[in-house]
């Protein structure tokens, strides 16, 4: 699975896909999900402006999950935090209702961390 593939690798690349420009294959997907790199670009570009990512079964049928960013102390981004859950028992709005405490779990992580 390429990282883009995920809640958690939309997420990450807060400051854009250029890591990904000389790597076509990387924006690339076979099947569904994201299939080039202007779609990759908004998608990340959406992640960015509403602070959390999101993949919708997008790469396993059946599957949903959301992510945020894990900041270190100088606003640069360390990780992403994430939780994914079967479709049938949660719709996508039950899982961005949870974007409140992994922004929460999130910043707690985040302030122990150290600057680069």
Known sequence: MDGHDSAFGRRV??????SHAGQPEDLQRRSGGVE?????REAVARATERGYATADEEHHRGLRAIAV???????????ALSTAAPAFRHSMDDLVAMVPLLQAAASELGVRLPAR
């Open 13 to 18: 690349p807060v400051d854009g896909v250029e």
């Open 36 to 40: 080039e790199g202007g779609v990759l």
């Open 69 to 79: 960013p894990v900041l270190r102390p100088d606003g640069s981004v360390f990780a």
